[in-house]
């Protein structure tokens, strides 16, 4: 008897506005994309072993597994971090993994392969709880403390919305996009969030809140009390953040492009003056996108120092770059 072939699917997602508040537990807006990463295979007892299409080593380990960090080659250790929170709930697989989401591009192919992984390997509970298993699962695997957004997006993405998300409550609420824009991805370098200077910001958000308490409760003006300079910048860039995603999910609602663009422009600024994740490369992308017909607004998009820019168009504009789609959350296919 020839066993049945699984296939899990999940997107990547893209940011349009709110980026390094996630984890503070402040508001983001992104939506889930139509790029995927897709495992297909059978189940195997008490192992795991994936071939990847994108790279020349297959992973292979038993089940149950403790120290995914130590997995080889280093892109199973996030197939390994998550199977190691599932603990004994983790099926065993023996599979393929495609993938059309540009690595290392900051749209969230690690939180895609996180999740793809999860549903793979037998994950039964609700979106939000998946999301949270793979986050830690990444924390554990590579060491990168990220806040829960990648994970809840691809999680729970919706088709033709944003997804407005409080990180704190870990509530969603999806807003349709309009008919009348697109949405454009440019890449512009790669980039390495386990090598960037992520946990160094995570950590300087710490610190405001030891002084102020909590970014997501908190004024400007109740700013001042911070005295160091740099982590008085990036607290000003999370409150200020915080308000601008609000804002654009009102605008984008009201259909007030212009604005909700106006916006993103000024979440760029804030990303590259106050919390400094921007690079040169990625200023002069965003300002050359502003300067096109049609554009209302572009940004950089996910973690930063390299990536991508996420751009808001009108339809009918004539635009270089990668138009994505907003689509529905990973799911087992037919
Ligand atoms: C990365 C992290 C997310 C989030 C963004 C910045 O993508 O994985 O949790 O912090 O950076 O908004």
């Known amino acids: 008897m020839s066993e049945a072939l699984l296939s899990y699917r999940s ?6 506005i709110g980026d390094h508040t996630d984890y503070t537990g402040g508001l983001v807006m992104p939506m889930a994309i139509d790029r995927y990463t897709t495992i297909s ?3 195997m007892p008490s192992t795991i072993r994936l071939r990847s299409k994108n790279e ?15 997995v080889s080659p280093s892109w199973g250790r996030y197939v390994a971090g998550v199977a190691a929170e599932m603990q004994k709930r983790a099926l065993g697989f023996d599979g393929e993994i495609s993938c059309t989401i ?3 591009a900051g749209l969230s192919s690690s939180a895609a392969l996180e999740v793809a992984t999860a549903l793979a390997l037998g994950d039964m509970s609700s979106a939000v709880e998946r999301a949270k298993l793979c986050q830690r699962a990444e924390f554990r695997a590579v060491g990168v403390p990220c806040g829960i957004m990648d994970q809840l997006t691809v999680a729970s993405g919706i088709r033709d919305h944003a997804l407005l998300i409080d990180c704190h409550e870990l509530t969603i609420s999806p807003v349709q996009l309009p008919n009348d824009v697109k949405i454009i991805v440019r890449f512009i370098a790669e980039r390495k969030l386990a090598s960037s200077s992520y946990g ?7 610190a405001a809140e030891k002084i102020i308490g909590p970014l997501r409760l908190a004024s400007l003006p109740a700013l001042t009390s911070i005295t160091d300079k740099t982590v008085f910048q990036r607290a000003r860039h999370v409150v200020s953040e915080n308000q601008r995603v609000r804002d654009f999910a009102a605008m984008l609602r009201t259909g007030d492009l212009k604005s909700a663009g106006q916006l993103m422009i000024e ?3 804030s990303l590259d003056r106050d919390f400094e994740t921007s690079t040169p490369q990625m200023n002069s992308a965003v300002a050359t996108a502003i300067a096109q017909p049609g554009v209302f607004g572009a940004r ?9 820019i996420v751009i808001l168009a009108d339809i009918k504009a004539n635009l270089d770059g990668w138009q994505v789609r907003a689509v529905d959350a990973a799911s087992q296919l037919d």
Do not use: Y
């Not at 080593?57 to 995914?68: C, G, N, R």
């Open 11 to 16: 997107p990547g997602r893209v940011n349009l």
């Open 41 to 43: 295979g059978t189940r």
């Open 56 to 70: 020349p080593e297959t992973v292979e380990f038993k089940l149950p597994i403790s120290a995914p960090d130590k």
């Open 102 to 104: 540009p690595i290392g």
């Open 200 to 206: 160094e910001r995570v950590a300087q958000c710490n």
């Open 267 to 269: 979440s760029h600024n």
């Open 300 to 308: 950089m998009t996910g973690g930063g120092f390299g990536g991508c």
